[in-house]
C-alpha cells in the first residue's frame, strides 16, 4: 500500500498543506448608481444584483459556470430577501450550482465580500468568486412599530371575533407611522452626516477644501466616462447608461452656494451641505475573483491581486474617534504588514462618503501627535499625493448605494492597476457605519 | 412575435382574403422560414436541364434530404425547382428548359424555390455565349416577379470554371433552396468553387458553425441581434459588440445564447484592437466577422451638415476598414483563421439611393465597394468578405418610419412584404458559413426582390 | 433624632398616592392646616419585594435595550420608589406632594439585582435641604437582598431630592446661585424622544403623573407641554452604559424641563478614572436640560 499523496504538495490547497496562491480580480461590473427614489424607484434590491452579476457574466462569458461562491450583501434588505445572494445567483445566467452566501458590514459590504473570498481563493478552498453588494433607499424596508407589530401578531393568533375585536381595539394611530430604516447610528442616534460633521470641524476642514474635492471629483468622473474607462466596468440598466447623480459641470463656484446641511449647531462654522456629502443611492456591483489558474483557463484576463485585506473599527460613541475614522487606523496597519509606506502607493482609492470624510483621513495621517499617540507610529504616517487620489472619481459623484460601494472601488481600481502596469500598488479605503472600515492593497497585474 | 405588420396580416385572414381580392389589392403571402424542429428540405425538388449541371444537381438535393423528380407531379406541391442552364452558349438554346421551368410552375407549393443555374456571362468566351448566359438572369429575375404564394427565383452564376457539384456552388443552391433565403429573390449570386470544409462527421448541416467564433457589431438590438441568435443558433460561440449604452439589451442576449459581450465604440482608435484582444484572450480565435452596426442621420444634401455626414460615413464603413485592416494583419494570425470570413451589412439604399440619405446610400455603396476590394486578400487565405444588402426590413428603425412610406417600403417589392431581421440574419450566416466559401467580393440583397435598385 | 421602622408587605404604588396626596391637599387648603416642620422620622420597609420579569419585558418596549438578566438601575429605582413616594404622600410629612419638583438623584448600584429574587426595600426621608425657591428633603432608599445581613451595604442605593416650591420650613434662604455661562459643546449623540415617550414611560414606571403624560394635563399643572420624566432622561443617560457587574455610581441633575417630542443633544465626556460626565441640551435654544456622571465606585 501506497502511502504517497495522490497530489504532489505543490499542486495542493494551501488548506491541505501547499501553498498559498495569489487571488485575482477578473474583471467587474455594475449598474449605474442612481440617487435615490429616481431611475431605479421601481426596481428591487435582487434585481439589481442579479443584473450587475449578469453583465458579468456576460463580459466573461460564464454562461451556466460553477462558480466557487458568490458573496454579496445589502445594508437595507426586506426580511423576504433573507437569502438575497443565492435568489440572484439562481435568477441569474450562472449554474444555479454556484454556491452564495450574505454579509453585512454597513458600508463596506462589498469589502467584507471581497476579502474573504479573496482568502477562500488562497487557501485553496475555491477557485472562482463573485463579490458585490447592492443598496436601494427605494426598495428600503419599512416596519411597524412595535405597538402596531404585537397587535398583528395578536390578531393572527386570534380564534374568536371577540379575541379580534379586542386585539384590533389596541390599535393606536401612533402605532401606525412607518418606521423607515434609520440611516442613524443607534448608539449615539445621529446620522452619520451629523458624526461626519463633528469630526470635520474637528481637523479643521475647510468648506473650501471639501467644495474643491466634490468638483474634481464629479470632473474626473465625467471624464472617465467621456474617455471609455468605464466601458469595461459599467453595464446600463434600465436606461440608465451613467451615474445620475454625476455633474460633469460642477464646479467649487456652484458648490459654494449651497446651505450647510449637517452640523448647523456649529452655526457660522458649518461646512457640509448636500453637494460635498454623496447622496442616498440606488446601485449595485459585482466583481470576479479567482486563482490565476482559472483564468487562465478561461483565457480571462487578470487585472489585480487582492494582496491584503484589513478591518478596523474605532470608539466613536463618545466622540473618542470620528464614526468615519477606522480607516485611518486599518491602513497604517495593512501597510506595515507589506513593509510599505503611504508613498510606495501608485493609486488610493478613499471612498468619499463625504468630502469631510477623505480630507480629515489625510489630515489624521499627516498630524504627528496623532499618528504618534493614537497610531503608535514613530511619526507622521505622511501625505498622500493628490494626484493618485481617486483618479477617476469617487463616490460623491458616482454616488454611494451602501454595500454596491466596494465593488465599484475595488473594479475601478483593478483596471486602474492593470493599465499601470504589472507591479503598480493600489489602495482601497471604505469606511463604514458603527465606526467600522476596511481598507485593502492590490497589486497591478 | 407580435406583428409589425397589420396589412400583412389582414390579408391573410378570410374576411381580408375576400375584401383585399375584390378590390384587386397585394396579398402577400406568408413566407415559409427555417423553424427549429421542422426540416430545413423536405419534398419534391424538380430538376430540369440538360447537361452535368442537372446531373449534379439531382446528387445535391438528394445530398440535403429532398427528392429529385424529373417531372412536375400532376397533384404539385413541389418544394423547388433547379432549372439548369449550364450548358448554354447560344441564346436560342435556353427555350426548351424555360418553357419547362414555365410548364412546372403551377405544379409549385407555398414559398418553392426556383434556382437556375447557369455560367457567370462576365466570364464567357463569346457573344453569344455571354448573351445566353446574361438572358438566363434576365429570364430568372422576371420569373421572380411572377412568383407566387412566397416563391422566390435566384440565379446561381457559376465562375471560375465550378462544377456545380464544387463545395462553393452546393452550398449556395443548398441555401437558395432552403427556407433559410425566404427573403431573397431575383438575385444572381456568383459562385466559384470554393473549398471543400473540413469533414465533420456528424451534423455538418445541422451547426454549419460549430467550433467557429464570430463576432458582431451592433449586436444588442434588430438586424444585429437577429444575426447573433443565428449564429449561436448554427453553432458559432459568439461575441456580441456594441456601444456601452446598449449593454443591458446585449448583456440579456449573450447570456442567453451563451458567449461575451464587449462594450465597444466601434469608431474609436483602437476599436480593432480591444475586438481581436477581447476574442484572443477569451476564446483564442475568430473565424467570422460581421460588420453590422451602422447609423442612419438623413438629411436632404442640401441641408446636410458636417457631423451628420462624417458620423454615419465614420460607423458605417470607416470602421469596417479599419477594424478589417487589424484583423487581417500578419500579428493577427494567431488568432484569426485563415480562413476568415467577413460579412458587411450594405444596404439597398446604397444600390438604388434614397431621397434624403446621400451619407448613408455613400457608406453602404462605400461597404460594397471595400468588399469587392478586400476580396482578393481573403481569397488568397481562403477566406471571404461579402456584404448583404438588406430591404425594407420589419425592425425598431423602420416602425419609426411615416405610415404611408413605410407600407409602400414593403409593398414594393416581388414578396409585397417587408423582411424579418431573421431573413437578413439567414443570409449572413450562410455567407459566414463554410458552405459560402464560394462567395467572395458579392454583395447579396435580401429584399424580396424590391423595385428599388432592380 | 429616632427613627421608627414601619414595615409594609407591600410596595406602594403610586397612582392611589397621588390622588391621596392631591386630596390632602386640597383638604389641607380648606382647613388651612399647617404641615409639621420636621421630618417624621420614620423608615418604611418593604420585605420580600420582587421586581418581575414583567417589568424587565415592559423596559425594554418601552424604554429600550437592556443587557440579559441585569435590572437596570432607573428600572429598580421606579420599582422601589413607591416606598418613597408613600413617605411624602402622608398628611404628616413637611412638604406637600403635588407640585414637588425633581432636582437631583444619586445613585450608588453595588450588586447586580436580579429579576424574581426576594428583596428588602427601605426608605427614609433623610434630610430637609433649605433652598432658595423653597424646601427641598432628600429621599434614601435602599435595597438589600432579602437575605442580606443589615451590615451589607445596600445592592441599590439612592438618594432622590425633590423641592417644594414656596415652602419655607426654616429660616434659611439661600441666595439663588448665580447662572455660569454656558455654552453648548459638540455633541456626541442625539436622542430623539416622541410625543408618547411620557407615557410609554409611565407604563414601564408606574408612574401616572399628569405632567408627563400629554400636552393637555401638563398645561393643567403649568407646564408648557408634556414633559420627560427625569428618571427617563436617566434611563437614556445610563442606556448600554452600566457594568454588567454594577459596581458604578451615577447622579443626574435637572434643568430646564424636556418638552416632548424633543430633540437632546447630548455629549458624554470621559473624565478621570473611568468616569464619564454627561450633559443634556436642548440643541436649538441652547439651554442645559441636565447634567450627569457615570463613574466606577471608587473612582
Known sequence: MSTEPRTPATDRPALAGGALRPAVVVGSNRIPFARAHTAYREVTNQEMLTAAIDGLVARFGLQGERLGQVTAGAVLKHPRDFNLTRECVMGSALSSETPAADVQVACATGMEAIGTLADKIRLGRIDSAIGGGVDSISDSPVSYTDGARRVLFDLNAAKTLKDRVRAVSRLRPGHLVPQPAGAGEPRTGMSMGEHQALTTHEWGITRQAQDELAAASHQRLAAAYDAGVMDDLVTPFRGLTRDNNLRPDSSVEKLAKLKPAFGRHLGDEATMTAGNSTPLTDGASAVLLSSEGWAAERGLPVLAEVVDVENAAVDFVDGRDGLLMAPVYAVPRLLDRHGLTLQDLDFVEIHEAFAGTVLATLAAWEDESFCRERLGLSGALGSVDRAKLNVHGSSLAAGHPFAATGGRVVGLLSQTLHQAGEGSLGLVSVCAAGGQGIVALLRGR | MPSSDPYGDLVRSPLGRRLTGALGLPRPAQLRRLEAGTPEFAGDVLVLGEGPGAEQARALVSAVGARPVGDAPAEGGLTGVVACFDAVTHPGELSATALALGGALRSLGASAHVVTVVRDPEQAEDAAEQAARAGVIGLTRSLAHEMRRGGTANALLLRDGAALSDAGPAGALAFLLSPRSAFVSGQPLPVGPGTPAPSSPEGESEAPLAGRVAVVTGAARGIGAAILRTLARDGATVIGVDLPAAGEDLMRLVNELGGTALALDITAPDAGRRLLEHARARHGRLDVVVHNAGITKDRMLANMDAARWDAVLAVNTASQLAINEVLLAEDARDTVARDLRIVGLASISGIAGNRGQTNYAASKAGVMGLTAATAPVLAARGGGITAVAPGFIETEMTARIPLLTRELGRRLSSLQQGGRPEDVAEAVAFLASPGASGVNGTTLRVCGQAMMGA | ?299
Open chain 3, 1 to 299: 433624632m429616632s427613627v421608627q421602622t414601619r414595615t409594609r408587605d407591600a410596595m406602594p404604588a403610586l397612582a392611589p398616592l397621588y390622588a391621596g396626596a392631591a386630596a390632602q391637599a386640597g383638604r389641607d387648603a380648606l382647613s388651612r392646616r399647617s404641615r409639621p416642620a420636621e421630618l417624621p422620622g420614620l423608615r418604611l420597609v418593604v420585605a420580600d419585594h420582587r421586581i418581575d420579569e414583567d417589568a424587565l419585558r415592559r423596559w425594554r418596549e418601552g424604554v429600550g435595550p437592556v443587557d440579559p438578566d441585569a435590572l437596570p438601575s432607573v428600572l429598580v429605582h421606579t420599582q422601589v420608589f413607591g416606598a418613597a413616594m408613600a413617605l411624602m404622600a402622608d398628611p404628616e410629612f413637611p412638604l406637600p406632594l403635588p407640585g414637588m419638583v425633581h432636582l437631583t438623584n444619586t445613585v450608588t448600584h453595588r450588586r447586580p439585582v436580579a429579576a424574581g429574587r426576594p428583596l428588602t426595600v427601605s426608605a427614609e426621608a433623610v434630610g430637609l435641604v433649605p433652598h432658595h425657591a423653597g424646601t427641598a428633603v432628600d429621599l434614601l432608599v435602599q435595597v438589600r437582598e432579602a437575605d442580606a445581613a443589615d451590615d451589607v451595604a445596600p445592592a441599590w442605593e439612592g438618594v432622590s431630592r425633590y423641592l417644594a416650591r414656596g415652602v419655607h420650613v426654616s429660616p434659611l434662604r439661600p441666595e439663588r446661585p448665580a447662572r455660569d455661562e454656558w455654552t453648548a459643546p459638540a455633541p456626541t449623540a442625539q436622542w430623539t424622544l416622541s410625543g408618547g415617550a411620557g407615557r410609554s414611560y409611565a407604563r414601564v414606571s408606574g408612574d401616572w403623573n399628569p405632567i408627563h403624560l400629554s400636552g393637555p394635563t401638563a398645561k393643567a399643572f403649568g407646564q408648557r407641554g408634556a414633559i420627560a420624566h427625569g428618571m427617563l432622561l436617566a434611563a437614556r443617560m445610563l442606556q448600554s452604559r452600566e457594568p454588567a457587574e454594577a459596581g458604578f455610581r451615577w447622579e443626574i441633575g435637572f434643568e430646564a424641563p424636556v418638552v416632548l417630542p424633543a430633540r437632546v443633544a447630548v455629549r458624554y465626556a470621559e473624565e478621570a478614572a473611568g468616569a464619564t460626565a454627561v450633559t443634556g441640551w436642548d440643541p436649538r435654544r441652547g439651554r442645559r436640560h441636565f447634567t450627569g456622571s457615570i463613574a466606577p465606585i471608587g473612582g
